[in-house]
C-alpha cells in the first residue's frame, strides 16, 4: 500500500510556547491519521529547543536546516531541503509554516521556484501587535500571504488584520485525564510580557490574600513583578513540562491583554480546569459562563468572579469542572480538527 503525502511543518523555536504546544500535537495527530510528517527548524540553537526534545520522546522526524546545510545561505537552505528530499522520494506535498520566519522562507523558496509543485499553507497564531524590528517582519508576513495557497488563523481578531481571504481553524489539544480537585489555587500560565497582563494577575491576588496563585513563566516583567507580588503568588519560572503542574492546578486566570485562542486555555479546560479570562479573542465561543468557565468584562468584574469561586461547594466546582472538559473533547480535541486541517492541506483525512 502506498504512504500517504509527506508533510513538513516548519517554524523558528527557541522556547515553548503556544506555537510550539500547537506543533507538536498537530505532528502528532496527522501521524495518527499515517500521514508522514517532519517538523523543519530553520534555526539551530544552543540549548537544544524544547520543542525538538519533546518531539524526539515521540519519535516524530526532525531537521533543521542550519545544522543539514550551514554552509547555504540562509535563504537557500530550505531550496536545498527540498531538492535533497526530492532525491531520496520524500519531496513533500505540504509545507505549513508557523511564526513569521518560517513563512518568509517558504514564501522566499517560492519565488525562487523551488515549491511550485507544493502546498504552502501559513498559519497565523499571534493577536498582539509586535513592536520594533518583528514589527516590520509581521507586516511582511501579513502582505506577502498571498504567496500561500491558503492561510489559516485562530481567531476571528487575527483573521480581520490580513488581508487576504484565510479559514478560520481551532486550536486544539489531545484528550487529557480530569483534574481532581486541588487546593483552590489559582495560576497564571505563560509568558511574563506586557501583552499576557501578568500585572493584572497581580492585582488580582492582591485582593485575596488567604488564597494560593502561582505564576509559571518566565519574561521580562519577572522582576518588577516579584517586587510588587503579595506574599501569597508563588513564582515558579519556566515550565519545561506542564503535564505535571496541572495537576495542582484548580482555576486558570486568563489577564491577557491580546489574544486568539490560547492554547493554556484549552490544555487546562481538557483537564477539567475551569477558566476566568476577559472577553479575547475567541475565548468567548470556547466559554459558557457559570457553566464551564467564565468571560469578565473588566478588573472589577474578574475579582467578583473570583470571589463566587472561591465561595462555590465541591459539588457545584466539579460539576463545572467536568463541563470544562466536555467542551474541548467535543469542540477542541485533536480528533476533531486534525480531519478539518487535512481538508486546508487538499488532502484525505
Known amino acids: ?68 546545510y550551514p554552509n547555504t545561505h540562509p535563504l537557500l537552505r530550505l531550496k536545498e531541503a527540498i531538492s535533497s528530499a526530492e532525491q531520496h522520494n520524500q519531496r513533500p506535498a505540504v509545507i505549513h509554516t508557523h511564526g513569521y520566519k518560517g513563512s518568509l522562507l517558504a514564501r522566499v523558496t517560492r519565488l525562487i521556484g523551488y515549491t511550485n509543485s507544493i502546498r504552502i499553507v501559513s498559519s497565523f497564531h499571534a493577536g498582539e501587535t509586535p513592536k520594533g524590528r518583528v514589527k516590520l517582519y509581521d507586516a511582511l508576513d501579513r502582505f506577502s500571504a498571498f504567496l500561500s495557497e491558503q492561510r489559516i488563523c485562530v481567531s476571528r481578531t487575527i483573521q480581520s488584520k490580513l488581508p487576504y481571504r484565510s479559514i478560520l481553524v481551532k486550536n486544539f489539544v489531545p484528550k487529557a485525564p480530569l ?76 489577564t491577557s491583554r491580546y489574544e486568539g485562542l490560547p492554547m493554556a486555555a484549552l490544555e487546562a479546560m481538557s483537564r477539567g480546569i475551569p477558566v476566568i479570562s476577559f472577553e479575547l479573542g475567541e475565548l468567548p465561543s470556547v466559554i459558557d459562563t457559570g457553566s464551564n468557565g467564565w468571560i469578565t468584562s473588566s478588573p472589577e468584574d474578574m475579582r467578583a468572579t473570583l470571589n463566587t469561586w472561591f465561595s462555590l461547594s465541591d459539588a457545584k466546582r466539579s460539576q463545572i469542572k467536568y463541563h470544562a472538559q466536555q467542551t474541548i473533547e467535543l469542540n477542541y480535541s485533536t480528533d476533531v480538527v486534525i480531519p478539518t486541517m487535512l481538508g486546508v492541506y487538499g488532502l484525505k483525512a
Open 179 to 254: 483534574v481532581s480537585l486541588a487546593s483552590r489555587s489559582v495560576a497564571f500560565v505563560g509568558r511574563l510580557s506586557e501583552e499576557k497582563g501578568p500585572d493584572t494577575f497581580i492585582e488580582m491576588a492582591t485582593h485575596f490574600p488567604s488564597q494560593d496563585f502561582h505564576i509559571y513563566g518566565s519574561g521580562p516583567m519577572e522582576t518588577l513583578l516579584k517586587e510588587i507580588a503579595p506574599p501569597n503568588v508563588q513564582f515558579h519560572g519556566h515550565q519545561s513540562n506542564m503535564n505535571e503542574v496541572w495537576q495542582s492546578v484548580d482555576l486558570l486566570l486568563i
Open 1 to 68: 500500500m502506498p504512504l500517504n503525502p509527506v508533510i513538513w511543518l516548519l517554524l523558528d523555536s527557541r522556547s515553548f510556547g503556544g506555537i510550539e504546544t500547537h506543533v507538536l500535537e498537530l505532528a502528532k495527530g496527522l501521524l495518527a491519521h499515517n500521514y508522514q510528517v517532519k517538523v523543519v527548524f530553520s534555526n539551530e540553537y544552543h540549548p537544544v529547543p524544547p520543542l525538538e526534545t519533546a518531539l524526539n520522546q515521540s519519535s516524530i522526524p526532525t531537521m533543521t536546516l542550519s545544522r543539514e
